[in-house]
């Protein structure tokens, strides 16, 4: 089976960490792959691939090279399946396509009720655009992959004729590299408390509440800190950061949050073993690759109240009301008084991860969707 995978949309957060672990896989297994992908974006020595500047043309443009230059490159290779990784594929592939469905926002009634005013008018108008591209491109495909029932939830309500196509196949996580540390300490009252969140920034990642729930913290005598993988500068640039570029900048400026900026992705086990809690205040995910990461490493988790956070979490975390400082503050400060319901949040999430959510096991299903697709 020769397999072409269309990554170009790759560049940072989940995607890249997706695709870099996709093309260890498929070439420790020696599968007849190529990748496509932007030509900055960095792949391991040895994965066949192909390079394009597509990821640098204006949206319109790239729209009409990928069906048109991009068909004819798919016809050259002449795949057995294509593998369209990041909501968008072909609108006539030539060959069987498998789309991978990552976007939540764009299907999701709280987030657009919630982030989506904030947005500008031209931000609103190229949203609008990529859902009826991404049902366009799902309508055309043979199958349309979805990490989470969540997720295929708020697909099958925007289009019902693509539920029969609809195949869940939950992503995992990488438990050589993230494992629970012997080490590690437990949770001790007289020592400080350290938060963790890690994510790329988005509006809907909304960090700034974690920062007042800290501020809150302290104030009650609780010494707690925060540290976040994300670069105050690209949440100043970001349209709907506002709110949360300014409440960090105050969290900085009274020494209790530290933003990490890119971590790498071999990095992050030794991030995750140094802090006590894993806060996870998103408010629209297909997924959460950190939730599984973290609950991997048995770091408790307590996140807002979603259903992709209960699907992927299950009894290994702690739900308070999305959006709610004061329940976000409340949640913490019970959990970290709790030593039993720590360590048993602990030893949930190292079991959930193991049982549901291994790397291999995904690309294992992802292999069996590819074959299938060829009937």
């Known amino acids: 089976m020769k397999i072409l995978v269309n990554a170009l949309s790759a560049s940072s957060g989940g995607i890249a960490t997706y695709t870099k672990n996709l093309a260890h896989s498929f070439l420790s297994r020696k599968l007849d792959s190529i990748f496509a992908v932007s030509n900055d974006f960095e792949l391991e ?3 066949p691939t192909i390079r394009f500047s597509a990821n640098r043309m204006p949206p319109i443009k790239r729209f009409f090279w990928e069906q048109s230059v991009w068909r004819m490159i798919v016809k050259k290779y002449k795949p057995d399946v294509l593998f369209s990784s990041a909501n968008f594929g072909l609108i006539f592939s030539p060959v069987s396509q498998i789309l991978l469905m990552r976007e939540g926002g764009l299907f999701d009634p709280f987030y657009l009720s919630n982030i989506g005013p904030s947005l500008s008018m031209s931000k609103l108008a190229q949203r609008i655009a990529r859902r009826k591209l991404i049902l366009a491109s799902a309508r055309a495909s043979k199958i349309i992959m979805t990490p989470s029932n969540a997720a295929k939830t708020l697909l099958v309500a925007a289009d019902k004729s693509l539920e029969s196509r609809i195949i869940i196949n939950k992503y995992g996580t990488n438990t050589k590299l993230f494992s629970h540390p012997a080490n590690r300490k437990a949770l001790k009252k007289d020592e400080r408390l350290n938060l963790l969140y890690v994510s790329v920034y988005y509006p809907h990642k909304i960090p700034g509440i974690i920062s007042e729930a800290v501020a809150q ?8 800190h925060l540290s976040i993988t994300m670069n105050l500068d690209q949440i100043q640039d970001t349209a709907g950061g506002e709110k949360d570029f300014i409440l960090l900048k105050k969290g ?16 992050l086990p030794s991030i995750y073993a140094q802090h006590d809690l894993f806060v996870f205040p998103s408010i629209s995910e297909t997924f959460g690759h950190p939730l599984v990461e973290a609950m991997s490493m048995g770091l408790p988790v307590i996140a807002s109240d979603t259903s992709i956070h209960r699907e992927v979490c299950k009894d290994s975390a702690v739900y308070y009301s999305p959006f709610s400082i004061s329940d976000l503050t409340q949640k913490i400060m019970e959990l970290n008084l ?4 720590y360590a048993i949040l602990s030893e ?23 074959e299938n697709s060829r009937n």
């Open 45 to 47: 020595e040895g994965v």
């Open 217 to 224: 913290l302290n104030a009650k005598g609780i010494e707690t």
């Open 252 to 267: 900085i400026e009274r020494n209790q949050v530290t933003l990490l900026g890119t971590v790498s992705y071999t990095d």
């Open 338 to 341: 709790n030593k039993t319901k």
């Open 348 to 370: 949930n999430g190292i079991k959930n991860s193991r049982k549901n959510f291994l790397w291999e096991k995904h690309v294992d299903r992802l292999i069996s969707i590819m």
